[in-house]
């Protein structure tokens, strides 16, 4: 499956958003099982933003960073303990921009299956992997429709293991499954699908 998604990547025109507001990267890191797994964390609950949401390892960019790609490799080092050199950097997703209106950069790296990782106990309650296969199966939890400046976003929700995995997160998978995997899940609820309202993304 990593083949085919760094085949696919090597061709994808990330989008981009106009450099109007402060900027974020976070990393998509891929285990590289023949069944990747994705590594997600759950933010503490004592945090003042985002707390106990599930997220990738990424963070603001800093004004010593010599780009974006630097800090989603910096805060995924000082998140949960992954260091650079074991990130085989393969992409770029599309830009998303947060319900605080940070511009969020995605990139997709793969990582060694046996890697070990140390969660920062100051910003984060619990480091977790999903195989990208249960994503692939689209058995998700509910579509949420978020608006945001007027307009309706539909994006999948997935439960695993009790964590709700939804918002800026699950748009940002979705985004990779199609792009990297050919996917084609629908970012439109269907009649099976439960429909859930929120005023903007996480």
């Known amino acids: 499956m990593l083949t085919i998604i760094r085949e696919r990547l090597v061709g994808f025109e990330p989008r981009s958003l106009p450099e109007t507001s402060p900027k974020a990267s976070v990393l998509i890191a891929l285990t590289d099982h023949d069944d990747p797994?994705?590594?997600?964390?759950?933010?503490?609950a004592t945090l003042s933003s985002h707390s106990g949401e599930i997220a990738f390892p990424g963070g603001k960019y800093d004004d010593t960073d010599t780009d974006l790609l630097f800090t989603a490799l910096r805060e995924a080092e000082e998140e949960i303990g992954l260091a650079p050199e074991h990130v085989d950097v393969i992409g770029q997703l599309g830009q998303v921009r947060s319900k605080h209106g940070l511009q969020v950069t995605p990139w997709v790296g793969v990582i060694p299956s046996d890697i070990e990782f140390t969660a920062n106990p100051a910003e984060l309650d619990e480091i977790f992997t999903v195989p990208l296969s249960f994503f692939l199966a689209d058995n998700r939890y509910a579509t949420d429709e978020i608006?945001?400046?007027n307009q309706s976003i539909y994006v999948p929700a997935w439960e695993f293991n009790g964590h709700i995995i939804w918002g800026l997160t699950a748009y940002v998978l979705a985004e990779l499954l199609n792009e990297g995997c050919g996917a084609n899940i629908p970012m439109r609820p269907r009649p099976e699908h439960k429909v859930?309202?929120?005023t903007s993304g996480s």
């Open 37 to 44: 797994h994705v590594v997600l964390t759950k933010r503490s």
């Open 147 to 149: 608006r945001f400046k």
């Open 196 to 198: 859930r309202h929120f």
